[in-house]
T-cell receptor, first 109, second 113 residues
């Protein structure tokens, strides 16, 4: 079957670093997306990985290991505005998106 | 930001009534999608469109129909609303189906009483 797993909730401290993990099982694989969703708002695109390795975009980085079916989103220098849900989505062989339930990240001062 | 507008933003309706949600885009993107989002679930695809009059079912299409008569408009209809269709509905657009990210509308919160 097809499945995306990510932790339900995580807590971190302002200024710290947090890593949000995502494991996937899809029939075929054509890349993995990360989206950010603030409460009551629409998801917004953060990153896309299709090759193994780390993609860095400012304070946010995303990593992919295709052999392990594993990705993570790394957030550095956490700010209060980073409090949000982070959605992981894998693409199957037909480029259909399979979504995780999201990780709610709580930032404490 | 991608130009996507959903209407209405909020709606309360009674069980058994028909409901139509509208998604309007100004980006001229070929692909449009309707998702629902419920607590504890990932976004679930209801229907999608790959062109005018070209639509297909997603994983949770029962009880829903769609229409796309113009590139910019994608309508989602609940023929006879049920309480299980209480949800937040998101429309999304993309340029293609491969590596293009989705751009989402602001969502419609639908409550069926």
């Amino acid at each position: 079957g097809q499945n995306i797993d990510q932790p339900t909730e995580m807590t971190a401290t302002e200024g710290a670093i947090v890593q949000i993990n995502c494991t996937y099982q899809t029939s075929g694989f054509n890349g993995l997306f990360w989206y950010q969703q603030h409460a009551g708002e629409a998801p917004t695109f953060l990153s896309y990985n299709v090759l193994d390795g780390l993609e860095e975009k400012g304070r946010f980085s995303s990593f992919l290991s295709r052999s392990k079916g594993y990705s993570y989103l790394l957030l550095k220098e956490l700010q209060m505005k980073d409090s949000a849900s982070y959605l992981c989505a894998g693409t199957d062989s037909n480029y259909q998106l399979i979504w995780g339930a999201g990780t709610k990240l709580i930032i404490k001062p | 930001d991608a130009g996507i507008t959903q209407s209405p933003r909020h709606k309360v309706t009674e069980t058994g009534t028909p409901v139509t949600l509208r998604c309007h885009q100004t980006e001229n993107h070929r692909y449009m999608y309707w998702y629902r989002q419920d607590p504890g679930h990932g976004l679930r695809l209801i229907h999608y469109s790959y062109g005018v009059k070209d639509t297909d079912k997603g994983e949770v299409s029962d009880g829903y129909s769609v229409s796309r008569s113009k590139t910019e408009d994608f309508l989602l209809t609940l023929e006879s609303a049920t309480s299980s269709q209480t949800s937040v509905y998101f429309c999304a657009i993309s340029e293609s189906t491969d590596i293009s990210p989705l751009h989402f509308g602001n969502g419609t919160r639908l409550t069926v009483t």
